[in-house]
Nanobody
Framework: QLQASGGGLVQAGDSLRLSCASS????????MGWFRQAPGKEREFVATVRWSGIRIYYTDSVKGRFTFSRDNAKNTVYLQMNSLKPEDTAVYYC???????????????????WGQGTQVTVSS
């Protein structure tokens, strides 16, 4: 139900743009966002938005470098990643959560549907 694309192998300082399209029509209580998981680490929050809101939430390590955007008509979200660093290397997942409350918006366990993941590798 979620189809992510756009990963790849790049050098430090390069950019990538991830896309994720949902076959489910998003509604106000939904949240749709990005998480990532590096080898040997837990899945961590990257960026998300509650569909009814305008505030975009980012993890501190990507603020100023990553930009989250969405196309409501297409039920699609994007993650523009600039100034990539080797520590950004991970499998990136898009996720959709129904009836997300703000206190859980960064918690991967609150999300109901997950894309297949797309690998982002940043070489130094």
């Amino acid at each position: 139900q979620l189809q992510a694309s756009g990963g790849g192998l790049v050098q430090a300082g390069d950019s990538l743009r991830l896309s994720c399209a949902s076959s489910r029509r998003a509604s106000g209580s939904y949240a749709m966002g990005w998480f990532r998981q590096a080898p040997g680490k837990e899945r961590e929050f990257v960026a998300t938005v509650r569909w009814s809101g305008i505030r975009i939430y980012y993890t501190d390590s990507v603020k100023g470098r990553f930009t989250f955007s969405r196309d409501n008509a297409k039920n699609t979200v994007y993650l523009q990643m600039n100034s990539l660093k080797p520590e950004d290397t991970a499998v990136y997942y898009c996720a959709l959560g129904e009836r997300i409350i703000l206190s859980n918006i960064m918690n991967p366990r609150a999300y109901d549907y997950w894309g297949q993941g797309t690998q982002v590798t940043v070489s130094s």
